[in-house]
């Protein structure tokens, strides 16, 4: 099994308002192809590790590797890069562009990266929204969709460079469970189908143990 | 790595999505720009105009034989006083002939001179203008009239009659309108002169001349040369002034010198002639320029104070473009290249309202007695105003975007993520 994200003794200090040492020697893997999730008391520190594992936060002391390369200290520039190809996003408020289309929304990321041509990336984005069942939006204004089916379109985008890991931040906070259970199947779906592998930050225990492993976060530390 | 299209296409859904703030932003760049034109035209074509009042009338370089005192007195050559202070009380002026020495020889001369543009010569003397039994004091002026319109624009300065109509006039005169206005004389009139050592001549008039200055028209006339030297009983080579014109302006000055060393004559430059007349240009200009400035830099605050709203508004796109692999510099590239886009679209407007502006003030009726040859009011229509305003337009938004785009790249978004 081949790794896609490893963390070598990750510590993180918060400066303000008074020093505190939020994150003590993180040290985990995850192979390809896992469901996980990290699941903690607020303010136990899992998020502040997610935003760092996605090299968006690179105020840290250790070693983060992404598909056995060491990312640690690399320029913002080559961050933005490897954000761009190799990580999808899904947050628990469903950050989507609201001026553009849903289908422009979930083309944005391949856009960028620019490895493929405009009717290729527009053809890929059309079979993502396919299969999150979402296709039939794709014409509509990111802001007129509804919440379940915005987080829908969330993974639709983060889905679109194929990328080596998803990374969730609650993706399931703020739905109903209904739609928690809809986006639940729809990863547990692509880990199995696809070999994706995902990493949910998550409150909901019931989220948490369908999942193939849990991380249990406590005080800064993964307790189990 | 930056990806353009994207980002324009980012750039430009924000723009149209918020078109109403994009407009004010616009149209904050095309009023400052707009009126940059209007102003800098209207002011420097009034400029133009009154220089042209002044400079085309006047000679470059302008000699004659002034009457002064000698410099050295004959005490100051005498030896034996040489160590001591000489005291001399009411020196008089030497006494010289009013008529320049040489004169036909050194206008060859002059002329030969490539950076001369024309050296004319002209005979100044006083007259009396007699209409029944009153004596009327002038200047006569003998001219070379072709000459004369050709280098000093003289018949821009003719209200009735033309210069070619004394030209072919052996006894012509062209008369100063304010004298014509007080004899109630027309063309085709008889009008007497006598110059100061007697005698009558009678002139036909065959126009009217009026320069502008009031006090001047109603003394001064003009007529040929030969016919001033016929007045005044004066050979063929009286010449008392020579009126040089250059091709460049900045001549004048060494030119001046040269010819006071070389022919002991006294040779005035335009420059000195009417320094505080530039003095007055200068301050014009520098006015049209600080309220050209202030407006286009208050045009670049509105685009600032926009933008700035705008980034704020943004927070939330901002940290997913930077999320999902957009560069600090991809989301500064979007916000500059909205302020670029704003700065274009407004400052081509603006420049389009200027020229719309300017071309109804051209055609606006303006008539003064100073002046005339102007009919409405002027307007200088220099292209490089337009080049300066466009600059001045995409420089003043490429600042007011620089900052705040920067902004826009430091974002942390993890900050925005989390604080929802």
Redesign the interface.
């Known amino acids: 099994m081949s790794i896609v994200l490893e963390s070598r003794n990750i510590n993180k200090y918060f400066k303000k308002p008074v020093l505190f040492h939020v994150l003590k020697d993180i040290n985990f893997k995850i192979n390809k192809g896992e469901f996980t999730s990290i699941m903690g008391k607020s303010g136990c520190g899992k998020?502040t590790l997610l935003?760092i594992l996605?090299t968006?936060?690179t105020d840290y002391k250790g070693e983060l590797l992404i598909n056995n390369e060491l990312i640690t200290g690399d320029s913002?520039?080559n961050l933005?890069?490897i954000?761009?190809?190799h990580i999808g996003?899904v947050?628990?408020?469903h950050?989507?562009?609201?001026?553009?289309s849903v289908l422009e929304n979930v083309m944005?990321?391949a856009?960028?990266?620019?490895e493929k041509s405009l009717p290729e990336i527009k053809h890929d984005a059309m079979q993502k929204l396919k299969i999150l069942d979402i296709d039939d939006l794709a014409k509509k204004r990111a802001s007129q969709v509804s919440g379940g089916e915005k987080q829908r379109v969330a993974i639709a985008?983060a889905l679109i460079?194929n990328p080596s890991i998803i990374m969730g931040?609650e993706p399931t906070g703020n739905l109903d469970s209904h739609n928690s259970d809809n986006v639940f199947n729809i990863f547990k779906q692509l880990s199995d189908e696809q070999g994706l592998s995902l990493l949910v930050v998550t409150h909901d225990e019931d989220f948490a143990k369908r999942t193939d492993r849990i991380i249990q976060m406590g005080d800064g530390k993964i307790i189990n | 790595?930056t990806?353009w299209?994207?980002i324009l296409?980012?750039a430009k859904?924000?723009l149209l999505?918020k078109i109403k703030q994009t407009s004010t932003a616009a149209l904050g760049v095309t009023f400052g720009i707009g009126a940059y034109i209007t102003l800098v035209s209207f002011m420097t074509g009034l400029n133009g105009m009154l220089d042209d009042l002044i400079l085309n009338q006047t000679p470059h370089v302008h000699i004659y034989n002034e009457i002064e005192p000698s410099k050295k007195q004959p005490i100051d050559i005498y030896d034996e006083f040489e160590n001591s202070m000489n005291i001399v009380h009411s020196i008089k002026p030497k006494l010289t002939q009013k008529k320049i020495h040489n004169a036909l020889p050194i206008i060859n001369y002059l002329n030969e001179n490539e950076n001369v543009r024309g050296a004319i010569p002209q005979i100044k003397t006083q007259i009396f203008y007699i209409t029944g039994s009153i004596e009327i004091g002038g200047n006569l002026i003998g001219i070379n009239p072709l000459e004369e319109a050709k280098l000093f624009n003289m018949q821009d300065y003719i209200v009735k009659g033309s210069a070619g109509a004394l030209h072919n006039t052996d006894n012509g005169i062209l008369l100063g309108i304010g004298i014509a206005k007080k004899m109630s004389l027309d063309i085709g009139d008889r009008v007497q002169l006598s110059p100061i050592n007697g005698g009558v001549f009678p002139l036909k008039i065959v126009g009217f001349y009026q320069s502008g200055i009031a006090d001047l028209d109603a003394i001064q006339s003009f007529t040929n040369i030969k016919t001033v030297q016929r007045i005044l009983g004066e050979a063929e080579n009286y010449i008392t002034d020579i009126n040089v014109k250059l091709f460049n302006i900045d001549e004048a000055k060494p030119l001046s010198k040269k010819i006071e060393q070389q022919f002991n004559l006294t040779a005035i430059d335009i420059n000195t002639a009417n320094a505080q007349f530039q003095t007055g240009t200068t301050i014009r200009n520098l006015i049209t320029y600080a309220v050209s400035i202030t407006l286009l830099i208050v045009a670049g605050f509105g685009i600032y104070n926009i933008l700035n709203m705008l980034i704020y508004e943004k927070m939330?796109?901002i940290?997913?473009?930077?999320?999902?692999?957009?560069?600090?510099?991809?989301v500064q590239m979007i916000f500059m290249s909205q302020a670029i886009i704003i700065g274009l679209v407004g400052g081509i407007l603006g420049l389009l309202i200027g020229l719309f502006f300017t071309n109804i003030i051209n055609t606006i009726p303006f008539q003064t007695e100073a002046l005339p040859t102007v009919e409405t009011f002027p307007i200088n229509f220099n292209p490089w105003f337009y080049l300066i305003g466009i600059s001045f337009a995409m420089i003043s938004t490429f600042f007011a975007g620089y900052l705040p785009s920067k902004k826009a790249k430091k974002i942390?978004?993890?900050k925005i993520?989390?604080g929802?």
């Open positions: 998020s935003y996605s968006m936060d913002r520039e933005s890069y954000r761009n190809k996003f947050f628990q408020f950050y989507l562009l609201s001026e553009f944005l990321p856009k960028k990266l620019g985008r460079n931040d | 790595m990806n299209k994207v296409n980012i859904t924000h999505t939330n796109d940290a997913i473009l930077k999320a999902t692999g957009f560069s600090g510099k991809d942390d978004p993890v993520i989390r929802q």
